[in-house]
């Protein structure tokens, strides 16, 4: 899926012409995506009333040069709604231990 209405794209690694995210840094990163659908899809399966709508939060440690994109498989959505969005951050810069705090 392309998001071509890009508000905010730091480090520039979203490219809006082919919909996929280009990590530029190793990291921990976080993605966040809400799909507004269209009506006559979520009418097919019941839903009605509001703004019908998907989303989904995923973290995962990428690699410089990876590749992050969203694919949708038998949707309706409206790709121009403003509440069809993606978020992506880097949470942690360099992931290469993993600490646990315990209470001793």
Same mark, same amino acid.
């Given at each position: 899926m392309v998001f071509g209405h890009v508000i905010t794209n730091i480090g520039e690694g979203y490219n809006a012409s082919d919909g996929?995210? +280009?990590?530029p840094k190793d990291g921990l990163y976080l993605f966040s995506v809400t799909? &507004? $659908? #269209?009506k006559a899809h979520f009418? &097919?399966? $019941? %839903? =009605? $009333?509001g703004y019908p709508s998907a989303s989904? =939060? %995923?973290a995962g440690k990428l690699v410089s040069g990876d590749q992050v994109w969203v694919r949708g %498989? $038998?949707?309706s959505y409206r790709p121009y709604? +403003?509440? #069809? %969005?993606i978020l992506g951050t880097k949470i942690v810069p360099r992931y290469k231990k993993h600490y646990v705090i315990r209470k001793t």
């Open positions: 996929k995210f +280009y990590c799909l &507004e $659908g #269209t009418h &097919e399966r $019941g %839903v =009605t $009333g989904v =939060t %995923v %498989v $038998g949707i709604s +403003y509440f #069809t %969005v």
